[in-house]
DNA sequence: TATTGTTATACTCTATAACTATA
DNA sequence: TATAGTTATAGAGTATAACAATA
């Protein structure tokens, strides 16, 4: 048994628990379960969670430093580094140096990797839709908001 | 360097890009820091997210199986076993035999149990009150609601 | 035959420190 | 002196399979 089974469960006896309450668990149950779901989303492009996010800005338009990918993923620099080199040797991404600070490596996607991320967007938009089933497009995008204020405030 | 120090960033030049959307992202990013905030807040009594939650639930007086934990914190059964094992060592759970299928142990948490679970339960709500700082009361509610009826539909 | 708890093992993710090259 | 990226390593978390006791 694994995580992976609990996806589609409903009401347990404990649910009503106060702890039910603890945002903390919430969202470590909510990010577990997404997680899973998000993983076997993303397997048929062979990407895991955060090889597809940093992907993703990679191919954002925003040429982001690996220190800017770092800090914005919550990741320490050290796994940026693996990530990149997995993603580059896949030839889906390359190193730049950058434009001003000659320490810097700005991360862009290929050609190769665009169509890649295209692909992964759509596995993920659809895993997301799966995941948040129970709340409307209304309560969908409050919770997309009172996430983001939370952590750029 | 590590996520712990990302805890107090502010709107990152990135936040622009349209993966600030994804909620898949969001929940990761939120939890990640809010792990960090959880177990720096717990170290004080030795414990961590995980054996937290599992004495949070042994001292809730609904007598939850360890199959019950399991599927509640979307962990693997054995998984479990080894966060009871250590609250058991320590003296904060012990395991009763189930009243209807001997197979079922129950996790019961000890007067010193009760005692580290009250610290550790304030704690925490100390370190979730400053994670949603940006949340008025009814916003915070609000997430707390959809948290739930995301997971529990 | 199926389920609960258990043991064991491999893999992924996270934390930390030290090094190098530039600034 | 400080910062961006890199390497290395240890610890925490996750995935999987197999087993004994009980249902």
Redesign the pocket.
Known sequence: ????DAVGTTQPRLAQASIADDIGLLLAKLH?VG??RNNRALADVQL???SYSVLRLACSGLEP???EL?EFLS???????AL??ELERRGLVV?EQ?RT?????IVLGTPEGERIHAQALAAVRASERDQLAALDDEEEATLRALLRRALWH
């Not at 600070?101 to 490596?105: A, L, T």
């Open positions: 048994m694994t995580i992976g577990a997680s899973v895991r969670e955060r430093t690996q220190r770092a990741l320490d620099p050290s796994q940026i580094v990149v080199d190193r950058g600070d000659r320490r810097q490596k």
